[in-house]
């Protein structure tokens, strides 16, 4: 306020922004999905702005969540999501540690309006996937990089009592945030804990994915609930599994039962070129499984000299590239020249796509079979990655993978040795499991035992003990 003369002038009134006086910690900001103004400010639209009617630029000012962050953390969650602008502008705040605010629409009375830069010092923690992370802005990275850390975060934990606790400990913060579903018995959360060591997919270890977890204990606490139970029982997580399936595990279940319904599928008796390997949906290890027929027929080349692999069935590259290694075990261990044959090579029904080499097993049993006419049993099933050596290589997804056998109704089913520490038993599965280490093995155990059989398994001893030699 000034006098002027005999007439007194009032200034504008400043308006306070942010107040933080009363907090006693640093503040912490969730920024997470906010459009361009919420994170860096802006200047609102003001629609009186003509006729002495209109509101002081300075009232129409908001800050930002940069601004609100001011000497504390700021979290972006998909922080590849902010549009490239929004990553340059982020960055240049976190390198000048201030900054100006203005409108963001064009067409706004705030366009025209820009303060003195604001302080905006803060730590940036930004979350994301691989995938997306990639496609951030290379300078953002690049600061990132330089000046802080990007960190891979762990999706599983040691299996210890410690951790174990902890999951037991997670069940009641479930149940006590619910409200209305029941307490677990002992013997209920050592199951959630059993399927918490299977969706890891790894052995001696626990799935840090809590989310799926907690979608089984209150689908199982309702189960209780609508059953009058006074705790939640293991029978009640066992049918909450059923319902608190994901979408690909009701596809992959009904995918089975259509499949078997229609003979797709074949679980007993034995076929020549045919084999039931193993697949997952998706690249999560917890993913579920998928059994996924392969046939193979050998027929003689159109022109001498020019025999092929061909492979169907919508493969992917990798997928691709485990045939090619297969084709490769196949010329060492056949007598006869395979130039002249042609090796056709079908993945059953595989309309979403093949991706992995954990069904290369299953496609060198099937055209071993092929070639020598020896027969499969249907009634095992088998996954597992191999080398051009022979040996079977360890693999994801083994438990969803033991699962969906088992649900199709298979005996038996072959995994790489190297994969048996990484099975959680499950007493509902009745499958045999049987674990190899070599394309003998595989031999061995999947294909009907006669002379033919016996004859390859020596050929296959007698072109290692040969290649050994020569190496």
Do not use: W
């Not at 994801?396 to 790489?416: D, F, L, Q, T, W």
């Amino acid at each position: 306020m000034y006098r002027l003369g005999k007439q007194r002038v009032t200034g504008p009134t400043p308006k306070l922004l942010l107040d933080n006086s009363g907090l006693t910690h640093a503040p912490f900001i969730d920024a997470t999905g906010g459009h361009e103004g919420a994170l860096l400010g802006d200047v609102q639209h003001d629609p009186f702005q003509s006729g002495g009617l209109g509101t002081p630029a300075h009232e129409r000012v908001v800050l930002g969540d940069i601004h609100k962050a001011n000497g504390g953390v700021l979290f972006i969650d998909e922080i590849a999501n902010l549009s490239p602008e929004m990553q340059i502008q982020l960055l240049t705040a976190m390198q000048e540690r201030k900054a100006a605010i203005t409108g963001r629409s064009e067409r706004s009375a705030g366009a025209m309006v820009k303060t003195e830069p604001v302080p905006c010092d803060f730590i940036l923690v930004g979350a994301g996937n691989p995938a997306s992370i990639s496609s951030m802005s290379p300078a953002l990275r690049s600061r990132i990089r330089g000046y802080g850390y990007e960190i891979y975060m762990n999706d599983t934990m040691p299996d210890t009592l410690e951790n174990r606790d902890k999951i037991a400990r997670f069940i009641a913060q479930e149940v006590s945030k619910d409200k209305k579903i029941p307490q677990f018995s002992r013997e209920a959360a050592a199951e959630i804990v059993k399927e918490a060591r299977r969706k890891s997919g790894k052995k001696n270890a626990l799935t840090l994915k809590l989310r799926e977890l907690g979608g089984i204990v209150r689908v199982a606490g309702d189960l209780a609930k609508e059953n009058k139970h006074a705790v939640v029982t293991v029978s009640d997580i066992e049918k909450a599994k059923n319902f608190a399936g994901s979408v690909e595990q009701q596809t992959a279940l009904r995918y089975i039962k259509e499949m078997k319904d229609y003979e797709v599928i074949q679980i007993s008796g034995s076929r020549v070129g045919r084999v039931n390997g193993l697949a997952i949906l998706g690249e999560d290890p917890s993913a579920p499984g998928l059994l996924l027929p392969i046939e193979s027929l050998v027929t003689k080349s159109m022109q001498k000299g020019a025999g092929a692999i061909i492979a169907t069935g919508k493969l992917g590259e990798i997928a691709q590239e485990a045939v090619k290694n297969v084709s490769a075990i196949i010329k060492l261990y056949s007598k006869e020249s395979l130039t002249n044959y042609d090796i056709h090579i079908q993945f059953l029904q595989a309309y979403s796509g093949v991706e992995g080499d954990s069904a290369s097993v299953s496609v060198a049993i099937s055209i071993l079979s092929a070639l020598t006419g020896i027969p499969i049993k249907q009634s095992t099933a088998m996954t597992g990655s191999i080398s051009i050596l022979g040996e079977v290589l360890p693999v994801g997804g083994v438990n969803s993978k033991i699962e969906a056998a088992n649900n199709a109704g298979e005996r038996e089913v072959i995994i790489p040795a190297s994969n048996l520490g990484d099975v959680v038993p499950d007493p509902n599965n009745k499958i045999k499991i049987i674990p190899v280490k070599d394309i003998i093995g595989v031999i061995q155990y999947a294909m009907v035992d006669n002379a033919n059989k016996r004859r390859l398994i020596k050929s296959i001893k007698h072109a290692f003990k040969k290649r050994y030699a020569g190496s």
